[in-house]
Every structure is written in structure tokens, then in C-alpha cells.
Antibody, heavy 121, light 108 residues
């Protein structure tokens, strides 16, 4: 069974750095074609793709947020970590990690349950 | 970046109705399009990938069509559990991905 689970702080202060961890099971991020991505959703708003890391450790970022984002993986721990610097109240959102593969048309076939992050002083 | 525009933004329908949601890309994306269903407080669920391929376990009343810039998601006979928000997602510029703004499907 494939699962992903996000973890991290529920509350961060403006200007702080957010660190989120996605812990997954049921697949290996070393397998060719396998990727894990982060997506966020502000309350009542649409989904926004943030970042992706692939099996070959290539990393890709949203054009609008790339200066603030860093994605990394620890294959031995089955974890993907996202950091976002200089947090602002507009970054308040539910943050999801999800698996994406070419064999599923580069669609997100399995999602974590999401973790809500509030940015407030 | 490729922009994805869904229409309508919201739609009201009754159980048993046939419903169609449209997604338009700002440039051609071949068949690199997926559809998701999201219920309140839950993560999105993949329904359709590669424009028309049904994800395993998804009821056959859901179908997708289109290629290039215009795509549709059709629910042939609405069931009570189908009332949710639906999103399209393009993967033509993978790994740079974009979502539509969502379509809320409400009970009439």
C-alpha cells in the first residue's frame, strides 16, 4: 500500500523558514520515473504546485516561488523535505505531498492527507 | 507558464443529471491533462489521467475527453457522493505543472 504523510509546524511567524517533511511508504524514490512533489492550497482557494524531486535527484520549482524553495530527499529514510524561506501570512495554506509518475500521465496518483500551516505573529 | 482555465466556476445539478466541466489550456498540451475530485477537508483524488484514462477504482460514470487546448470531464449520472470541487492539471510542461482554478459542483 502506497502512503504519504506530511509533517511540520502548524504555526510559523512571518519571516521564519518553514520546513516540511513528507514520509512515504510502498514505493522507492530510487525507482526510475518516480517523483514526489509538493502542492499547497490556501483556505478556500485552488491548488498550487510548488516543487518536485525525481528519482535522479533532479529538482524543479514553481517559477513564482523558486527563490524561496528548496526540495531534497533522503532515500534511505523514504523522506522528501521542503523548505520555504521568508514566510508571509499569504503562505497560510494546507501543504500536500504527492507521488507523480510518467506511467500515470504525470498525474498525482497518491496524495498525503495534508498539513495546515498558519503564518501569524 | 501554461495557464489552465476551468468553466464554469460553479454548477448546480441534481442527482441523476449529466454534468460536463471544461478546462482550457493557454497553449496546446497534447493529452497531458488530469482531473481530480476534492471534498471538503480532504486531499484531491485522481480521477482521469492522460485526458481520458480512468484511474483504477474510479466509477465508470466519470469520463474525460479532449486534446490540444480543450478538455472536458463528464459525469454521466450524478450520484450524491459526486458533489465536490473538481480540478484539472496540465503536465505538458512537466515537471512544471499547473492546475485550473477549480469547479464547484453543488446540489440543486
Amino acid at each position: 500500500q502506497v502512503t504519504l504523510r506530511e509533517s511540520g509546524p502548524a504555526l510559523v511567524k512571518p519571516t521564519q523558514t518553514l520546513t516540511l517533511t513528507c514520509t512515504f511508504s510502498g514505493f522507492s524514490l530510487s525507482t526510475s520515473g518516480m517523483c514526489v512533489s509538493w502542492i499547497r492550497q490556501p483556505p478556500g482557494k485552488a491548488l498550487e504546485w510548488l516543487a518536485l524531486i525525481d528519482w535522479d535527484d533532479d529538482k524543479y520549482y514553481s517559477t513564482s516561488l523558486k527563490t524561496r524553495l528548496t526540495i531534497s530527499k533522503d532515500t534511505s529514510k523514504n523522506q522528501v523535505v521542503l523548505t520555504m524561506t521568508n514566510m508571509d501570512p499569504v503562505d497560510t495554506a494546507t501543504y500536500y505531498c504527492a507521488r507523480i509518475r510518467g506511467v500515470r500521465g504525470y498525474a498525482f496518483d497518491i496524495w498525503g492527507q495534508g498539513t495546515m500551516v498558519t503564518v501569524s505573529s | 507558464d501554461i495557464q489552465m482555465t476551468q468553466s464554469p466556476s460553479s454548477v448546480s445539478a441534481s442527482v441523476g443529471d449529466r454534468v460536463t466541466i471544461t478546462c482550457r489550456a493557454s497553449q496546446g498540451i497534447s493529452s497531458w491533462l488530469a482531473w481530480y475530485q476534492q471534498k471538503p477537508g480532504k486531499a484531491p483524488k485522481l480521477l482521469i489521467y492522460a485526458a481520458s484514462s480512468l484511474q483504477s477504482g474510479v466509477p465508470s460514470r466519470f469520463s474525460g475527453s479532449g486534446s490540444g487546448t480543450d478538455f472536458t470531464l463528464t459525469i454521466s449520472s450524478l450520484q450524491p457522493e459526486d458533489f465536490a470541487t473538481y480540478y484539472c492539471q496540465q503536465a505538458n510542461s512537466f515537471p512544471l505543472i499547473t492546475f485550473g482554478q477549480g469547479t464547484r459542483l453543488e446540489i440543486k
